[in-house]
């Protein structure tokens, strides 16, 4: 009895494997990352400021009002 062997056609791809421990680091910096991102545009102001005066709130201003953070 033969058989078939089914041979991938051109044009078609492998999907690639990553192992969840070479993945979890990254996506654990990126997202302690993009928090303080949030942190500093949205909430960098007032009672809750780390840094004293408006130094920060004037540089991510526009990034306030472009995502939708009342200021003044």
Excluded: K
Aim: charged letters at 10%.
């Amino acid at each position: 009895m033969a058989q078939s062997v089914v041979q991938p056609t051109a044009g078609t791809t492998t999907p690639l494997r990553l192992p969840i421990r070479a993945v979890l680091p990254w996506a654990a910096f990126f997202g302690v990352l993009m928090l303080a991102l949030l942190y500093f545009v949205g909430a960098e102001q007032g009672a809750t400021s780390v840094f004293s005066g408006t130094g920060v709130h004037e540089w991510v201003h526009d990034g306030r009002h472009l995502l939708g953070f009342p200021c003044h």
